[in-house]
């Protein structure tokens, strides 16, 4: 005969305010089996706990039942007070009054009622639980970190030096991210280069770290622990062992017009490129889309000047495939071009520029050089005005968030400007000034009182060009919405940060959640900030929202933390909710028919043919078995098996018929 | 063929030659206008701003006769007309509740199956197609084609061109014989309903429009809306005090530029009409 304890939980007001806990309490308590049944206001609370861990033992309780919140939030909790008290774990079932009740339910009879139909079907399930013990599976102690700029940067080099083996993979010919393309960085205009680099050396030299640049995960397959990745190398067309980075070939290289993604297509490069001076590694890609060689089968003069021969115009991706325990995602962000905006020219004018554009000519190693002249026809600009919230904050642009970097690099572009250019005038058309971070404040006033850049508070309405000058017609809010006209030189629009292409895609074979603006998701906006809803899985940087570079690293050392937590461990404890095929006595051994339509089904490759033999090694019979530890417990086998010979533990057919019976019975 | 024709006020007042360059084009090409019975007000620019349910049922009434009349496609010239059709054709299709105050005020059955065209999109769906060999006068000039407030936006429920930088009567400009030029008032405002009360701010708002269509060389502005032409043309002396010069470009009307091109007598196109004299 079953001992059933069942805990009803208040939740503070939030289940008690829609539900009577008493009520349930009492009401449930009379059903047969229920040897205990109680009501508190939080269940949670160590009272809380000690309260159910004295019935187990008084009242020798052989299942639990705790009505309350999502299992999501505190089923660890209650499994474990079971287990201190001595009971299975797994004997405990939780029934989730809050989010499937309270929180969606007026107040009234109907709600209550609702409440008690919930918590009778666990006590009717927790009677056909069995004791289950976890699953132990290895940890692979190695973390593969996607993306290569100052977040996967930070977490390779943060994990790499608790002692563990980190693979980095960047898709792009050099490491580096947007920050290689800054010049200086808020609050304290230091070169971002100069802070960077050093780090990618590190990363380069470290043992523990094995980089591969111009690379892309292919696929996925595996769990927390156990993951499989193919990675594809693209084809550099070189043999990196020989290059020795001697630069000869793309001096040479006569394609030389092509528009430089690090230069964001204010300068050009070559077809067989490095992308910037200072790029890790040193060694050159051949780009196939415009190299002549490729695209009319004749050149092949890098082949000519390589001194040591390592031009290889036959190479082809590689796929290699790595075993890795934890990953880090740390893809990044993209900024929209300004074709976005017809307002302001639909990208017509080559002197509307984006502020990553800007960050290209103000830095040293830019195709200005560092000095601020303009793209259409390289004078320095006089006048210039910089635009916040260029598609950010827009809900009719699609774009309602805040891309958060802008305010800070727009004063810090200002600042440059005008430290650069002392004659010139700058204006800053803004709608709030978002300066909250430590020392950022102070640096936008320093901006506005020191270096005299003008803010106006307002939207610009439209940009158009008119003798050689940036027609850009604004309001001034703060006096009295007046209509501001600027005649500029050259305008730069802090467009706003998305999420960059191919996000969706990285998401699904990496199967984590995304926002609606394709940006990855943390598994809790405030308590779970690194995390995805995928274990094993972590989150660093600005491919989860607009981040800076100080929010970028900081998380990226805290997803590193998370990832030397997992591997301080050597196996990982799993939830034993799998598939069993079940096994009988001589002569029938099991139900199964051995048709292996499970097989077939199975996602992940978890069930192989087992074969059941005599003592004198013949076989007897094939059955299907499933294999602990790459069941998912995902349920699809139960669906196909014709013979019912497969359960889910803690899901067995028994349990969710006995649920729906108590649903449907009289009571 | 026969499509319903709604003129509204302006193309019965102050733009008749409006009204007389649709009529002689639509006739050109075989096309009768059969005029709304009993039409009335559309509400344009005032009752929006007064009375939601007003505004509304002004429009409501206009479309209720039009599928009385049996008329499953109607002409709207203006681009204020155009608008509140529109506008009140989405709202009610949105809003049941509204739909039903609205019949029960005008006493007319009303379900939104009229369709309705403004200027632009019926030249281009019975015009154009069949222009080809017609073009006996190409209006070889440069133009400037300006669009307004109200012809293009709001773009959510019109869904007609590019609501920042339109380009359908440039297209049609275009298959007429003119070199349109890339400019940057395309849609600012011209002063519209400060026509009448303040004419020194329409003055300076048109002067721009002008004076930048001067600048870039334009030979004539191309309008689809009487309150756009009578905010250029008619108050061009206010304009040019603004410009402090004497600028004489000429404002058409599209159906008066195409006219011209296919050879339409000058005078069934009310060409004669104008403040500013139409020299080209």
Known sequence: MSKIGVFVCHCGENISSTVDCEKVAATVGKYDGVAFSVDYKYMCSDPGQSIIKSAIAEKGLTGVVVAACSPRMHEPTFRKVCA?????????????????????????????????????????????????????????????VI??????????????????????????????????????????LDCSQCIL????????????????????????????????????????????????????????????????????????????????????????????????????????ICEKVCPTGAIRFDQEDQIIEVEVGAIVVATGFAVKQPDFFPEYGYGKYADVITGLQFERLASASGPTLGEIRRPSDGKIPEKIVFLACAGSRDPAKGIPYCSKICCMYIAKHAMLYQHKVHSGKSYVFYMDIRAGGKMYEEFVRRAIEDDGVNYIRGRVSKIYEKNGKLIVNGVDTLLNAMPVEIEADMVVLATAGVANEGAEELAQKLHISY??????????????????????????????????????????????????????????TREPIIAVVNRQAAPVYSSCVGCFLCVSACPYQAIEKEEIKNRNGEVIKSIAKVNPGLCQGCGTCVAFCRTKSIDIQGYTHEQMYTEVMALLNEY | MTLGFYPGCSLKGSSREYAESVLAVAKAFDIHLEEIKDWNCCGATAAHNMNKELSLALPARILSLAEKQGLTEIVVPCAACYSRLTVTKHELSENPALKAVVTEANDLAYTGSVSILNIVQMLDKYIIPNLEGRVVKPFDHKVACYYGCLLVRPHEIL??????????????????????????????????????????????????????????????????????????????????????????????????????????DRKALGLQRHFVKVSV
């Open chain 1, 197 to 300: 680099t050093p780090r990618m050396v590190e990363v380069a030299q470290h043992p523990n770290i094995t980089l591969y640049t111009y690379a892309e995960l292919e696929s996925l397959e595996g769990f927390i622990g156990n993951f499989k990745a193919r990675i594809r190398k693209k084809s550099k067309s070189l043999d990196e062992k020989l290059c020795t980075g001697c630069g000869l070939c793309t001096t040479k290289c006569p394609t030389k017009k092509i528009p430089s993604e690090f230069n964001e297509g204010l300068g050009n490069r070559t077809a067989i490129y490095v992308p910037f001076p200072q790029a890790v590694p040193n060694k050159p890609v051949i780009d196939r889309i415009h190299c002549t060689y490729y695209t009319k089968g004749k050149c092949r």
């Open chain 1, 515 to 572: 926002d609606p603006y394709k940006f990855f998701a943390e598994a809790h906006p405030k308590l779970k900030p690194v995390e995805t809803n995928t274990g094993g899985i972590f989150l660093a940087g600005a491919c989860q929202a607009p981040r800076d570079i100080p929010e970028s690293v900081a998380m990226a050392s805290g997803a590193a933390v998370k990832v030397a937590g997992l591997f301080s461990q050597d196996e990982l």
């Open chain 1, 84 to 144: 201190e008290a001595g009971l299975n774990p797994y004997m405990c079932e939780m029934a989730n009054l809050r989010e499937h009740c309270s929180w969606v339910h007026e107040k009234g009879e109907a709600t209550t009622e609702k409440a008690i139909d919930l918590v009778r079907i666990l006590v009717e399930k927790v009677k056909y639980n069995q004791s289950l013990s976890s699953i132990k599976v290895p940890v692979t102690k190695t973390a593969l």
């Open chain 2, 159 to 264: 869904k007609f061109d590019r609501e920042e930088d339109p380009q359908s009567l440039d297209a049609l400009m275009l298959k007429a014989g003119a070199t349109p030029i890339d400019w940057a008032f395309k849609t600012e405002c011209c002063g519209a309903g400060l026509s009448v009360s303040r004419t020194s701010s329409v003055g300076r708002l048109s002067g721009k429009i002008i004076g930048d269509a001067k600048d870039r060389g334009a030979e004539a502005i191309i309008v689809a809306c009487p309150m756009c032409h009578s905010n250029l043309d008619m108050r061009r002396d206010a304009i040019n005090a603004y410009l402090g010069e004497k600028v004489d470009i000429p404002v058409l009307y599209i159906t008066q530029a195409i006219g011209l091109a296919i050879g339409l």
């Open chain 1, 147 to 188: 993306g290569g700029g100052i977040a996967g940067i930070q977490a390779s080099l943060d994990i790499a030096n608790t002692g563990h083996k980190v693979i980095l993979i960047e898709k792009d010919p050099s490491i580096g991210g947007h920050m290689s393309q800054l010049s200086e960085t808020f609050p304290t």
